[in-house]
């Protein structure tokens, strides 16, 4: 494995199938491993702290680095509650003395990476689950989120708790991510066209390589001039000044 520049940002994205991680500007995770069972709850998010713990573990001697010397990006869902936030904050500040954290929704980051448009809706699959959350301004919506077993149902549930007048941005940018593919896109195009006015124009697109969709959109965050002001210090956490927000 290549060696770890002193500045790179570790980038950690664990969803209900596998966890992630790398270094953020590269096109790929560097480890990829079974997530821990227990550690993701219904909504997504990581809620196991005794499993974030030894998670965060993995990561870092996997990747070979000092986690005192790197800053660390990880990726949470619109509906991570603000215990679950804490808590992380706490593992990686208090157990790993990380320098710096930064977490960031999935769901904002899938948006915000693909181009100019700050309207979507993004659509996680994880084997026969599916989360789906509407994103406006570059904002997650999270009473927008719905987690269910059929994709049409939920992307058309989520779209319903919108005000009338977003919908059609909504429908015409929507992102699938994790276990999609053009097929499962097209029947998903097929079935919310015949839901939704007709004026409404349904675009549903799948990256490259969905499964890492996610972690590849942080990476290129972690990059941007505007992540640093997204980042809290570990001086901050000890002064009480500040807590980690998801964005």
Do not use: Y
């Not at 029947?187 to 969905?210: H, I, Q, R």
């Amino acid at each position: 494995m290549n060696t770890i520049a002193e500045n790179a940002i570790v980038v950690i994205h664990a969803d209900a199938a596998n966890v992630r991680a790398g270094v953020g500007g590269e096109t790929a995770p560097r480890i990829v491993f079974a997530t821990p069972d227990g550690l993701i709850g219904s909504q997504g998010a990581i809620t196991n702290q005794n499993l974030a713990k030894d998670m965060f573990s993995r990561v870092f001697q996997g990747l070979n680095v000092d986690a005192e010397e790197h800053a660390v990006l990880v990726i949470t869902v619109a509906k991570a509650s603000k215990a679950d936030i804490e808590s992380l904050e706490t593992c990686l500040f208090d157990d790993f003395n990380v320098p710096a954290l930064s977490v960031a929704n999935d769901s904002t980051l899938t948006i915000i990476t693909k181009g100019d448009d700050t309207n979507g809706m993004a659509v996680h699959i994880t084997g026969t689950d599916v989360r789906t959350t509407c994103v406006l301004e570059n904002r997650s919506i999270p009473q927008t989120v719905t987690v269910t077993v059929d994709i049409s149902s939920g992307v058309h549930s989520s779209l319903l708790k919108v005000d009338p007048d977003k919908r059609k941005p909504l429908c015409a940018n929507i992102n699938l991510t994790g276990d999609a593919s053009t097929e499962l896109a097209l029947d998903l195009k097929g079935d919310l066209t015949k839901l939704v006015p007709a004026d409404f124009a349904v675009n549903v697109s799948v990256p490259d390589e969905p499964q890492t969709a996610l972690w590849r959109s942080a990476s290129i965050w972690s990059t941007s001039p505007a992540f640093q002001m997204h980042l809290t210090m570990k001086s901050e956490h000890e002064d009480g000044k500040v807590g980690v927000t998801p964005e």
